[in-house]
T-cell receptor, first 114, second 109 residues
Framework: KAGVTQTPRYLIKTRGQQVTLSCSPISGHRSVSWYQQTPGQGLQFLFE???????NKGNFPGRFSGRQFSNSRSEMNVSTLELGDSALYLC?????????????FGQGTRLTVV | GENVEQHPSTLSVQEGDSAVIKCTYSDSASNYFPWYKQELGKRPQLIID?????GEKKDQRIAVTLNKTAKHFSLHITETQPEDSAVYFC????????FGAGTRLTVKP
């Protein structure tokens, strides 16, 4: 069974640009959640999508958005990039929802904003 | 919103000893408490989780205890091995998922 796949693995963007990250969940999982990991702020929950609907949301500005497709693949978009958005972005998939069942993480996309 | 505090931030033990990591949470409505292990350069992986209707759960050398009254939960690792060396994150969830800052565990052979 294939694991959670994130693309791309690495990205370098310029401040003010926007970026789109992709996540393919484990087959059969309908929940995809996104996280930001930085040395200073640690691991932070961005949002969760379940069957194409955003179900839960963390405390991030509206520049961070996402969507989920009918095949459960998900994309996260960050607009008007700031230097502080440099981080490892992880996605995870789960069968019943990340807030009450095991989340399986991808390897992450390392975003650098210059 | 929910706040999760995790202690200690670093922990060094001798192989074979036990390790205990503690977390406290603020929202009494939180109902799911997973623990994740993240080795250097790798993705976080769930090692154990507990729900609010259970006080203790054990899986081989790993156990988690939950005290809902005091709003704290703890991870216990017995007979530690060098491969247990990693960063461990606790988390609590209700409407979103809040993580502790992490504990870097080093097991010395």
């Amino acid at each position: 069974k294939a694991g959670v796949t994130q693309t791309p693995r690495y990205l370098i963007k310029t401040r003010g640009q926007q970026v789109t990250l992709s996540c393919s969940p484990i087959s059969g999982h309908r929940s995809v959640s996104w996280y930001q990991q930085t040395p200073g702020q640690g691991l932070q929950f961005l949002f969760e999508y379940f069957s194409e609907t955003q179900r839960n949301k963390g405390n991030f500005p509206g520049r961070f958005s996402g969507r989920q497709f009918s095949n459960s693949r998900s994309e996260m978009n960050v607009s008007t990039l700031e230097l502080g958005d440099s981080a490892l972005y992880l996605c995870a998939s789960s069968f019943g929802g990340v807030l009450n069942t095991e989340a399986f993480f991808g390897q992450g996309t390392r975003l650098t904003v210059v | 919103g929910e706040n999760v505090e995790q202690h200690p931030s670093t922990l060094s033990v001798q192989e074979g000893d036990s390790a205990v990591i503690k977390c406290t949470y603020s929202d009494s409505a939180s109902n799911y408490f997973p623990w994740y292990k993240q080795e250097l350069g790798k993705r976080p992986q769930l090692i154990i989780d507990i729900r609010s209707n259970v006080g203790e759960k054990k899986d081989q050398r790993i156990a988690v205890t939950l005290n809902k009254t005091a709003k704290h939960f703890s991870l216990h690792i017995t007979e530690t091995q060098p491969e247990d060396s990693a960063v461990y994150f606790c988390a609590a969830s209700k409407d979103d998922m809040r993580f502790g800052a992490g504990t870097r565990l080093t097991v010395k052979p």
